[in-house]
C-alpha cells in the first residue's frame, strides 16, 4: 500500500488499516459515488489523483479500497463495493495465493461460475462469482475467459508475470466501463465518465474520456515504467451467435425447428432460466413493475423462482407515477395477480423537475428520452434505497429492443429491416435504456438485473426468422405475448397490452410527462438563445428548448464532453420530431380504440 494513500483515507476519517474495508454506512456525504477505478503510468500525485475515484462510490456503499500495484508506484486500483455475493471475502482488487501475480478488479456477476468451477475442478479461495476470471484466464488466456462467461460483466485484468493489461465488458453494456488513454501511455478506467474527467496528465491538458466498447475486450502491454500500449481490441461475441458458455450452463435441451409450439416452448423454457440464474445473492431481491407486459413477465416468473427456491421473504415490486397513471392502475392489476408486496410510489411534476439536475448528472447524456425515462426511475430508486431493504433489482430492461416493442417498428419497411433495427438498437443499448437503467439504480446503491439481455434468451430469439418476430394484427412483440398465452403468469390484459413508454406511462394521457417537461422549460430558455444554439453546440445540436435545456445542464457537469452522445434517440420510419411514443400515429390509433 501507498503511504500517500494511507495518509489520505485517514485524513478523510474512513479508512480501517487492519482490514483494509472501510464502512460508508455512516457517511451519507459518500453514498453517491461509485464501482471500479484503476490507473496505469500516472504521472501526477496518486493521493491527488485518487479523489477522482472518490466521484463513483454510489455503486459501492458497503466499503471501499485503495491498493497500489506491487513494483509499480504510479500504477493503482480503486474499488467501491456493494456486498451482494460473498460479504466476507468480497473485496477488490481479487487475488488469489495460487496466482500472485494476477490483479482482478471488476464490476458484475457471473452467472455460471460454480458450474465452470466444478466441470474444471478449479480450487476456490473465496465465495465470489468473479473469481472465475482468475482461474479461466490461467488455463485458456484471455479469448477463452470472456467467450465463457455467463453473465454482465466490466473488468480490469493485470498480469505483471506477463506484463499485461486486459480490459473487458459484456456484450450488450449491461455494466458500464469507460477509459482514458493518451499517446505516452497513461491508461485511466472507471465504471463512470465521472471518476475520470477530472484527473491530470502533463502531456494532456484536457483528458480524452469515452466508453468502453460493450462485447470487447482489450489487451495492453504493461511497460517497466508503469505506462501501457494497445496491442489489440477484439469483439468477443456477437449478439446473434450462441455463445461458447451454453457448452456447460445445464439448461434443458431445446427442441430443433421454427414450429411455432416449439418455439414457444424453448423461449418458455431460455427465459425461466434466465430469471432463475440472475436469483444469486446475499441481498434481498426486488422488481421494478411498470404494469407493461416485459416487467410483468419479469416479477411474475421471479415471484414463481423465489418460491420454488424456498426464498422466505416475499417480494417487493414497486412502481411509480402520478395521479392518473396508467402504468399505476395496470401494475396494482399485476401485483395483486403475482402476490407480491407492492409498493406505489406517487410523485408530483415539481420533484420531477426538481430532480433533472441530479439525473443528467449520474446519467452522464443529454439525450433527450432518456432524460425524460430516467426521473421516474431515479425517483423510485431513491425510494426503494430509503424505505426497503431491497438491493438487487430486477426488470424489463432490453425487451423493446430484442422483441422488436417499440411502437415505430409498425411501420417497418420488411422484416428484414426490422431485425437490422432491433440490432442496431441492442448494439446501442449502452448508451441508451441500459444506461439509463444502470445509472438510476447504481445512484442509490442498487443493482440491476436484466433478464431479457440474457445471452441465451437473446441470442435465441435473433435467430428465429425474421418475419416470425415483427408485430402482427397490429399488436408489438406478438411473438412474446403468444409464448405466454397459456401460461396465467400475467393477467391477459396486461399481457396484451399495447406499448406504453415508462416516460409517457408513469402520467395521464391528458397530460403527458414529456408535455409537463415541456411546458416548464418554455420558460426557462428563451428565444435568442435557440437561435444561436448551433454557435454554442455545434455537436448534437438542439432543435428544441427541452434540448437545449438538458444539454445546458450537461455541460455544466461535463463541459466539452458532448461527443460521448453520438446522437439522440429517435424512432424510424416516422416523420417524428419528438421521441416520445404519445406523438406517433398508430399509439394515437390505439388509444383511440
Request: glycine content about 6%; overall charge negative.
Amino acid at each position: 500500500m501507498l503511504e500517500h494513500l494511507l495518509d489520505f483515507s485517514e485524513l478523510l476519517g474512513f479508512w480501517d488499516e487492519e482490514s483494509r474495508l472501510g464502512s460508508l454506512e455512516s457517511l451519507e456525504l459518500h453514498r453517491t459515488m461509485c464501482g471500479i477505478w484503476a490507473l496505469f503510468g500516472s504521472d501526477d500525485c496518486l493521493s491527488v489523483q485518487c479523489l477522482s475515484a472518490m466521484k463513483i462510490a454510489h455503486r459501492g456503499p458497503d466499503a471501499f479500497r485503495f491498493e497500489n500495484v506491487n513494483g509499480y508506484t504510479n500504477c493503482c486500483f480503486g474499488f467501491h463495493r456493494l456486498a451482494v455475493v460473498d460479504q466476507l471475502f468480497g473485496m477488490q482488487p481479487i487475488r488469489v495465493k495460487k496466482y500472485p501475480y494476477l490483479w482482478l478488479c471488476y464490476n458484475g456477476e457471473i452467472y455460471n461460475h460454480k458450474k465452470l468451477q466444478h466441470h474444471f475442478e478449479f480450487e476456490y479461495q473465496t465465495k465470489v462469482d468473479g473469481e472465475i476470471i482468475l482461474h479461466l484466464y490461467d488455463k485458456g488466456g484471455i479469448e477463452q475467459t470472456v467467450c465463457m462467461l455467463d453473465g454482465v460483466f466490466a473488468f480490469i485484468l493485470l498480469d505483471t508475470a506477463n506484463k499485461k493489461v486486459f480490459l473487458g465488458r459484456d456484450t450488450y453494456g449491461v455494466r458500464p466501463l469507460f477509459k482514458a488513454m493518451t499517446e505516452d501511455g497513461f491508461l485511466a478506467v472507471c465504471s463512470e465518465a465521472k471518476g475520470l474527467v477530472n484527473l491530470k496528465h502533463s502531456m494532456t491538458p484536457f483528458l480524452k474520456v469515452e466508453p468502453f466498447l460493450p462485447g470487447h475486450y482489450e489487451v495492453l502491454d504493461l511497460k517497466p515504467n508503469g505506462k501501457v500500449a494497445s496491442v489489440e481490441m477484439v469483439k468477443h461475441h456477437h449478439c446473434r451467435d450462441e455463445p461458447l458458455h451454453a457448452l456447460y450452463d445445464g439448461v434443458e435441451k431445446l427442441f430443433p425447428g421454427f414450429e411455432i409450439e416449439t418455439v414457444k416452448s424453448n423461449l418458455r423454457i431460455l427465459f425461466d432460466n434466465a430469471v432463475k440464474k440472475r436469483l444469486m445473492t446475499d441481498r434481498r431481491i426486488g422488481c421494478l413493475l411498470s404494469g407493461g407486459l416485459d416487467s410483468s413477465l419479469v416479477a411474475a416468473t421471479l415471484l414463481k423462482q423465489l418460491k420454488e427456491a424456498q426464498v422466505q421473504y416475499p417480494l417487493q415490486t414497486f412502481a411509480i407515477g402520478m395521479e392518473d397513471s396508467p402504468d399505476l392502475l395496470a401494475a396494482r392489476k399485476v401485483a395483486n395477480h403475482i402476490g407480491s408486496e407492492h409498493h406505489e410510489v406517487l410523485f408530483n411534476s415539481e420533484e420531477g423537475i426538481q430532480v433533472l439536475d441530479e439525473v443528467i448528472f449520474s446519467l452522464e447524456t443529454y439525450d433527450i428520452t432518456t432524460v425524460r425515462a430516467s426521473v421516474g426511475m431515479y425517483l423510485i430508486s431513491k425510494y426503494i434505497r430509503k424505505n426497503t431493504d431491497s438491493v438487487v433489482i430486477f426488470s424489463g430492461e432490453g425487451s423493446d429492443e430484442l422483441t422488436q416493442g417499440y411502437i415505430y417498428f409498425h411501420k417497418a419497411p420488411s422484416p428484414e429491416k426490422a431485425e437490422e433495427e432491433s440490432e442496431r438498437l441492442l448494439r446501442e443499448l449502452y448508451l441508451f435504456d441500459v444506461l439509463r437503467a444502470d445509472r438510476t439504480t447504481a445512484a442509490h446503491g442498487l443493482e440491476l438485473r436484466v433478464p431479457f439481455l440474457d445471452h441465451r434468451f437473446s441470442s435465441y430469439y435473433l435467430s428465429l426468422p425474421p418475419d416470425m418476430r415483427v408485430p402482427k394484427n397490429g399488436i408489438e412483440k406478438h411473438l412474446l405475448r403468444e409464448t405466454f398465452e397459456d401460461s396465467n403468469l400475467i393477467p391477459k390484459e396486461i399481457l396484451w397490452r399495447p406499448k406504453e413508454a415508462f416516460s409517457d406511462g408513469i402520467t395521464s394521457v391528458k397530460n403527458s410527462w414529456f408535455r409537463i417537461l415541456q411546458d416548464y422549460i418554455e420558460h426557462q430558455v428563451d428565444d435568442a438563445a435557440m437561435a444561436s444554439a448551433a454557435q454554442k453546440f455545434p455537436i448534437n445540436t438542439p432543435k428544441t428548448k427541452e434540448g437545449y435545456y438538458y444539454r445546458q445542464i450537461f455541460e455544466n457537469h461535463y463541459p466539452g464532453r458532448a461527443d460521448w452522445l453520438p446522437h439522440y434517440w429517435m424512432p424510424r420510419w416516422t416523420n417524428a420530431t419528438d421521441p416520445s411514443a404519445r406523438t406517433l400515429t398508430h399509439y394515437k390509433a390505439a388509444a383511440k380504440a
